[in-house]
């Protein structure tokens, strides 16, 4: 019974994360949006109502009205961390936007009944380039030490 849970839940996971895509943007086509809202009109099935300026959340419905609950707005993920708001993004910082509706927004729970909008900032991405050359060094040191051995 275990195995057939965990190859469910492997099912899913794969299923969420192949379903999306990630739409990485030319920093050229970023310069010309004063919101991170304006960013967001243009993706397909996103519809905002309000321009979020002065920091007031505008209205942001991906899949349509909700009929489970009065709540319609979606999650808000940034570098992997859930928030209510996000006007404090510029659009010149943000490294890809990816839009999750049905199924693939399942991996969220109750809380992505709505949609998913992931945002990944430059700030991140950079951490993890940065990250991963040092577990490379690491790694390439180990292996000299061994060597020498």
């Given at each position: 019974?275990?195995?057939?849970?965990?190859?469910?839940?492997?099912?899913?996971?794969?299923?969420?994360?192949?379903?999306?895509?990630?739409?990485?943007?030319?920093?050229?086509?970023?310069?010309?949006?004063?919101?991170?809202?304006?960013?967001?009109?243009?993706?397909?099935?996103?519809?905002?109502?309000?321009?979020?300026?002065?920091?007031?959340?505008?209205?942001?419905?991906?899949?349509?009205?909700?009929?489970?609950?009065?709540?319609?707005?979606?999650?808000f993920v940034v570098d992997g961390i859930i928030t209510d708001n996000v006007t404090y993004l510029r659009p010149e910082d943000i490294?890809?936007?990816?839009?999750?509706?049905?199924?693939?927004?399942?991996?969220?729970?109750?809380?992505?009944?709505?949609?998913?909008?992931?945002?990944?900032?430059?700030?991140?991405?950079?951490?993890?380039?940065?990250?991963?050359?040092?577990?490379?060094?690491?790694?390439?040191?180990?292996?000299?030490?061994?060597?020498?051995?």
């Amino acid at each position: 019974m275990k195995k057939v849970l965990f190859i469910i839940a492997a099912a899913l996971l794969l299923c969420g994360t192949l379903g999306a895509q990630e739409k990485v943007r030319d920093q050229k086509d970023k310069t010309q949006y004063s919101t991170v809202f304006d960013l967001l009109r243009n993706e397909p099935g996103v519809t905002i109502s309000g321009d979020g300026s002065n920091g007031v959340m505008p209205k942001v419905i991906i899949r349509g009205v909700a009929t489970n609950s009065n709540e319609t707005q979606p999650l808000f993920v940034v570098d992997g961390i859930i928030t209510d708001n996000v006007t404090y993004l510029r659009p010149e910082d943000i490294y890809s936007v990816e839009v999750l509706k049905d199924g693939t927004a399942g991996i969220y729970g109750v809380q992505g009944q709505n949609g998913v909008i992931l945002f990944r900032t430059k700030a991140a991405v950079q951490a993890e380039k940065d990250a991963a050359e040092a577990r490379k060094a690491e790694r390439k040191a180990a292996r000299e030490a061994k060597r020498k051995k």
